[in-house]
């Protein structure tokens, strides 16, 4: 399952540090090959310790871990969404990915610009978010106020159905627009998330915003006021955050695995930056991970939350999904606390589940299908 979030951000907020030590962790994973799939993508795993307990209990001769991918987005400048600078590429990437990482800096340096040579050296992580949320909204609305013009005219005379309900949904979207707001701050019930997803909005794309920090702050980085006022911020859109320091990452991304967390420790870390933005992407996708398991092959794959037993079986191959029969099923926790399969059987444990069965995260399943 191929999904992307793509990294936003203001020239010299470190989103081209970040990319670069995501990139290069990418390529220090020792189970799976390093993809570039071309210059601005980098694919690293996805960190899960349910792998490695269960590579312990199987002892296969290979672990596969699941993994995710980040897009390095081109650069933004004010008016993009009439075309200035690369504005147009930059929005055309951002409608490609599922979801926006967006770098803001959250310290002060003299020795970095300000964007549009701003005359204070003390940044200002609001006025930097706003830029680039000011342009998405910008181009959103001029979508939704195309769309409206066209889909007014039927919705308030042959009151077609599908125009109606488009419509309406442009009705609710379009003051909030106009407002300077993001589409995202809105709730939409089960129809109208229908309706919005066919419009294919930026602004409703799940947004993490990534508080860049100094190496001298990012042990106690939640006490500071940039990182309080970047939360209080993404709350009004719910929206999620993460707080790294990307030139550490950048340094991390160099060592290997005793050094990592030699280095982590001396910081007061229990992870990097980029296994935690990793993480956070992952899930704000909605995304789970269910397993299957054996003496040739521990692996880990990628689901959407809430899919059943046979589309999860057609991440593996469509024939699992065509000729599905069922799907011989334990859960990661029984199997870690019975020690074995048989245990997990002996049990009672062991289940076989059907084709309406929603898959679990931690799920570990084998697939029975005739094709």
Same mark, same amino acid.
């Given at each position: 399952?191929?999904? +992307?979030a793509g ?9 081209? #540090? ?14 799976y ?33 699941? #993994? ?7 650069? &933004? ?48 992580p609001?006025?930097? &978010?706003? +830029? ?21 005219? &039927? ?8 125009a ?36 294919f909005?930026?602004? +409703? ?21 940039y ?8 709350? #009004? ?24 967390a ?26 789970? +991970?269910?397993?299957?398991?054996g ?7 990628t ?22 029969i ?14 074995s ?6 049990a ?20 029975r299908?005739?094709?």
């Amino acid at each position: 399952m191929s999904l +992307t979030a793509g990294i936003v951000g203001l020239p010299n907020v470190g989103k081209s #540090t970040l990319f670069n030590a995501i990139t290069r962790a990418g390529a220090e994973a020792a189970n799976y090959p390093f993809a570039t799939i071309d210059p601005n993508v980098g694919m690293v795993e996805v960190p899960d310790e349910r792998l490695t307990k269960l590579t312990e209990l199987y002892n296969p001769k290979k672990t596969i871990p699941t #993994t995710f991918e980040f897009t390095d987005i081109a650069g &933004i400048v004010k008016g993009a969404s009439k075309g200035e600078g690369l504005g147009n590429k930059f929005l055309a990437n951002i409608r490609e990915v599922d979801a926006i990482v967006h770098v803001v800096r959250a310290f002060d340096d003299e020795n970095v610009m300000r964007e549009n040579n701003r005359e204070s050296d003390f940044v200002d992580p609001l006025a930097d &978010i706003e +830029t680039i949320n000011l342009e998405l909204i910008l181009a959103d609305l001029e979508s939704v106020n195309k769309r409206y013009a066209r889909v007014e005219k &039927i919705a308030r005379t042959a009151k077609v159905k599908d125009a109606v309900a488009e419509f309406n949904v442009l009705s609710k979207i379009k003051p909030v627009l106009e407002d300077g707001k993001s589409a995202r701050t809105l709730d939409f019930d089960e129809e109208e998330q229908k309706v919005v997803k066919s419009l294919f909005l930026l602004t +409703t794309k799940p947004v993490l915003y990534v508080a860049n920090v100094s190496e001298d702050e990012v042990g106690d980085a939640d006490q500071l006021d940039y990182v309080k006022k970047i939360r209080d911020f993404a709350a #009004t859109e719910n929206a999620e955050v993460a707080v790294i320091s990307a030139k550490i990452e950048e340094e991390i991304a160099e060592l290997d695995d005793e050094e990592k967390a030699e280095f982590l420790e001396s910081l007061g870390l229990e992870e990097s930056g980029v296994d935690q933005l990793t993480r956070a992407a992952y899930h704000l996708l909605g995304l789970a +991970t269910y397993f299957t398991a054996g003496e040739k092959e521990v692996r880990a794959w990628t689901f959407r939350q809430g899919m059943k037993a046979p589309q999860t079986a057609g991440i593996i191959h469509t024939d699992f999904e065509k000729g599905f029969i069922r799907a011989v099923t334990m859960s990661y926790d029984d199997l870690i606390e019975y020690g074995s399969e048989k245990a997990v059987k002996e049990a009672g444990r062991l289940r076989e589940e059907g084709k309406d069965y929603v898959v679990q995260d931690g799920d570990i399943m084998e697939f029975r299908f005739n094709v």
